[in-house]
């Protein structure tokens, strides 16, 4: 592990602390340099920062509660991964909005080919004209290599999912909950699939429930990973509408499918079409307005190349999920040495990334 990830349980544990939001956490370590620095920061120093008195005896209460040295194991235990703001494999495009989650919590992988992710999202009481344009909508996109991001919901979220994963691709879903909970209860089996083609992910510690008021702030993650939102249909008080609202905060492009004028379900995207979100019929008409042919060739010249034939095996093998040294072991046909060896190097050179136990994935 690199010396910058012994932060990392600093940022968990911070993060949990009622009342420390994104704004308030990066606030925090603006003052004390380094959020290891706010967790072990005594009475005198919050003082000396102004550190308003809530979030200060906030931080107290969660240091008597909560254990940074253990954190990291707990999560590994639960089959959970965690990134933080400053790590490699934190998704770039969430980096740029105003308010990025200090933290993200997934199952599944990052990676990478997750820049080009465009979100599709709808209506919960999908129309079967709503099911017919997210089918087609997304298979369009999956067969131009584009991730699709949704929120797991009911209806179109849900749809999306399904049609990414039936076409091949990868999608990632963000949970208004912790990823350690499944929600709606229905879509455990989805939730399982998009694990293994994508990943769940979640700014929400372990173990908080599905609250109507979680799903804004999910909704600006969902727009926040991708470069574009799509509603496919919305009546006029759908959320999905708080999605295209947080796109275009974040200098998202927001896409409205037209619908019926006789349909309440498509109320809400006509309504973002008349406000300027960009009227779509068709994939290319995505494709084009994000330029996803030049993005395509930035993301192949940002490939990670090996510098010998032992780095270009263990990063084939790492190509789509995380494995355990003795894995690479067996499946590499090289010595535990020579493996161990070379992934020490690879390491360094930010090509891989050990998890925890001697688990590695590829640095994306």
Not at 25 to 44: M, P, R, Y
């Amino acid at each position: 592990m690199t010396s910058r990830n012994s932060d990392l349980p600093y940022w968990i544990v911070l993060s949990q602390v009622d009342g420390v939001g994104p704004k308030t956490f990066f606030h925090l370590l603006k003052l004390f340099s380094s959020v290891k620095k706010v967790w072990g920061a005594k009475e005198g120093e919050f003082r000396a920062k102004k550190v308003p008195k809530l979030v200060k005896e906030a931080i107290f209460e969660a240091r008597n509660k909560v254990d940074p040295t253990t954190i990291l194991a707990d999560l590994n235990n639960k089959n959970v991964q965690v990134t933080a703001f400053f790590e490699k494999n934190y998704p770039k495009n969430l980096k740029t909005i105003y308010d990025p989650p200090p933290v993200l919590y997934f199952k599944g992988i990052l990676t990478d080919q997750d820049d080009l992710a465009v979100a599709v999202v709808g209506s919960r009481k999908m129309s079967s004209y709503g099911r017919e344009v997210t089918e087609k909508i997304v298979e369009g996109l999956v067969g131009a290599g584009i991730i699709i991001v949704s929120g797991l919901a009911r209806g179109v979220d849900g749809c999306a999912h399904k049609s990414a994963i039936l076409a091949g691709g990868r999608t990632l879903a963000v949970l208004g909950c912790g990823v350690d909970i499944i929600y709606p209860p229905e879509h455990r089996q989805l939730y399982d699939q998009v694990i293994k083609n994508g990943a769940v992910v979640s700014e929400f510690p372990l173990g908080t429930p599905a609250t109507s008021g979680n799903f804004p702030a999910r909704n600006r993650i969902i727009s926040g990973l991708s470069l574009g939102v799509v509603v496919t249909e919305a009546a006029s008080d759908s959320g999905s509408l708080i999605t295209a609202d947080c796109a275009l905060e974040q200098n998202r492009e927001v896409f409205a499918v037209p619908g019926g004028i006789n349909s309440p379900q498509s109320v809400g995207t006509l309504d973002l079409i008349k406000s300027g979100a960009k009227l779509t019929s068709s994939v290319n008409d995505i494709l084009e307005e994000l330029q996803i042919e030049a993005r395509f060739k930035k993301l192949e010249a940002r490939k990670i190349l090996p510098e010998s034939k032992e780095e270009e095996t263990i990063l084939k093998i790492l190509e789509n999920e995380q494995k355990h040294v003795d894995q690479i072991v067996r499946e590499s046909k090289l010595e535990a040495s020579k493996v161990i060896s070379t992934l020490s190097v690879m390491e360094l050179s930010g090509k891989v990334r050990q998890h925890s136990s001697g688990v590695y994935s590829q640095t994306k």
